[in-house]
């Protein structure tokens, strides 16, 4: 979704392999697709500071700052009602950290420029949760 206007690359000839297999397109719609935005604004926040951590303390959030002062959970739904639905009802590892932030990724603000409000109206700002965009995160961080 960042980059809604595909491109044709080179063509190349491959050879076919037996043991090839094509992931699962649930895969790339739940996993890959998601740990995108996670990975851009980890690398955003790195090339700034040194005290960020991809994953910390097993996956309690996506990306920690300063060791638990900051919690940083980047979340892609399409509906901002149904993510804060989903944090309404707690907030997971995000309680391990002082600060804790939700970052959507810019893309879902272009379709509803009140996401933000949305969820955070929804969530009823459960333990002190904040939501903002990707791109408000990494300028504020970095």
Request: charged share 25%.
């Amino acid at each position: 979704m960042s980059w809604p206007d595909t491109a044709v690359g080179d063509e190349h000839d491959v050879p076919v392999h037996d043991d090839w297999r094509m992931a699962n397109p649930a895969i790339m719609t739940f996993w890959v697709g998601p740990g995108l935005p996670e990975i851009a604004l980890y690398d955003a926040l790195r090339k700034k500071r040194s005290d960020v951590v991809l994953y910390p303390m097993c996956d309690l959030a996506d990306i920690g700052i300063d060791g638990t002062k900051i919690g940083i959970d980047v979340k892609s739904y399409s509906s901002a009602a149904v993510l804060g639905k989903r944090f309404s009802a707690g907030i997971g590892g995000l309680l391990s950290f002082r600060r804790r932030i939700v970052a959507v990724p810019d893309f879902w603000l272009q379709s509803d420029r009140d996401y933000l409000r949305t969820a955070s109206a929804v969530s009823k700002n459960k333990d002190g949760i904040e939501f903002k965009s990707v791109s408000q995160v990494a300028e504020a961080f970095s």
